[in-house]
């Protein structure tokens, strides 16, 4: 379990140049010319983790297994497309069912590579893309609001709450800002997860930068930063070109051609952490002969969900889960080093997981 992500932004942008590098796959069409995606493309990638490797090699393990994460290529929005220009409704659905949304921004110079607006501007971008977003969100809410009401009036309470939550969320769109500024109890957040809006989710700015600017950035992603700064969002410089090129590069090509440019890991590892921080993700391990793995789970999990995430069984029938920080699985060379040191634990159900746990669980069948 990892998490998903679309990929949203403006026709010829580099959406699916950056998707085919970070997947390592040619499955989608990358050309210059609007809606080359003709459908989502869904790829999945190992998420980098040093540690995973680490684990591995002191327990001898025979298979690595990092956690996942998916990204979802959606077609380049355009101007109208919450009411149907260019490929319209049909993408914005599939952006209903991601974690969390990359706009991804152009902000490079390329005379070969046309812009569908006819200018570089990343900011500009952004709005157009978060604006179709918001006039989705208000057509889907002012439609389902109005059967709702009916039921409200005479008595039904769930309507009524469901009212409640639509109304604070057309309140803040009809300001011109997007859902996700709405004030939300916590009591609340659970029916306003259903609503599925598309500007309730968290939003990471991808810069799409040319070669000579992956490592610091350029004025383009400067200004990007600053608008992710002031919304509260983040934001990450990478080159699509040079992901491109890292996916056809074996592992010690690819630590020479970083460092040619200045650059100490690829794109990707930089995209992945902006993306678990955004989403308050953590990983925790488990360790044997077999395998090593990686699982992610929301900060604040306890032990039974997290164990829930290899198997509901494990949930179910938790009893307790044998716990050891990372850094003493590492230093004492692994579970039996940990053991006779006293720093394997024995912890219940009210455990939160923490970030780097290597865990196995007891629970009864």
């Known amino acids: 379990m990892g998490f998903k992500m679309g990929i949203v932004g403006l026709p010829n942008v580099g959406k699916s140049t950056l998707f085919n590098a970070l997947t390592q796959t040619a499955a989608a069409e990358a050309a210059n010319y609007p809606f080359c995606t003709i459908e989502p493309n869904v790829g999945e990638v190992g998420v980098p983790d040093t540690r995973l490797e ?41 952006i209903r069912e991601v974690d969390a949304i990359a706009y991804v921004l152009r902000c490079f110079e390329d005379g070969d590579v046309t812009h569908v607006e006819g200018r570089i501007d990343p900011l500009a971008d952004a709005e157009v893309v978060e604006t179709e977003l918001m006039l989705a969100d ?40 997007p ?14 997860r259903l609503l599925q809006l598309l500007t309730a989710k968290p939003v990471l700015y991808v810069c799409n930068v040319d070669e000579e600017s992956a490592a610091d950035g350029n004025d383009f992603s400067a200004q990007v930063a600053k608008r992710a700064s002031e919304d509260n969002a983040t934001s ?63 900060q604040g999990t306890k032990a039974p969900k997290a164990a829930g995430v290899i198997h509901t069984d494990f949930e179910k029938g938790f009893i307790r889960s044998e716990t050891i920080g ?3 699985y590492v230093s004492l060379g692994g579970e039996s080093g940990a053991r006779d040191a006293g720093k394997m ?21």
């Not at 684990?55 to 109208?80: E, N």
């Not at 109005?146 to 969320?169: F, H, M, R, Y």
């Not at 004030?183 to 609340?188: F, G, P, Q, T, V």
């Not at 995209?271 to 992610?296: M, N, Q």
């Open 179 to 192: 859902a996700r500024t709405a004030s939300i109890d916590k009591e609340e957040a659970q029916e306003w």
């Open 54 to 94: 680490k684990l591995a090699g002191i327990s001898k393990s025979q298979q690595i297994i990092p956690t996942r994460l998916t990204f979802v290529d959606i077609a380049g929005l355009v101007r109208g497309a919450s009411t149907g220009e260019g490929l319209g409704n049909k993408f914005l659905a599939h």
């Open 345 to 365: 634990r024995l912890e219940g159900k009210e455990y939160i997981v923490r970030d780097g746990d290597v865990l196995h669980f007891r629970f009864a069948n």
């Open 138 to 177: 208000m057509e889907s809410l002012e439609r389902r609001r109005t059967p709702l009401e009916k039921k409200a009036n005479s008595g039904d309470k769930d309507a009524k709450a469901q009212i409640v939550l639509i109304d604070k969320a057309l309140d803040v769109l009809r300001e011109g800002k």
């Open 326 to 328: 990372y850094d003493d």
């Open 236 to 298: 990450v410089v990478i080159s699509a070109k040079i992901e491109s090129e890292l996916a056809t590069l074996d592992e010690d090509e690819r630590g020479e051609f970083l460092a040619e440019l200045g650059l100490s890991e690829p794109g990707l590892n930089r995209l992945i952490r902006a993306g678990y921080s955004l989403l308050d993700l953590i990983t925790y391990f488990t360790v044997g002969p077999k395998e090593a793995r990686a699982w992610t789970i929301e």
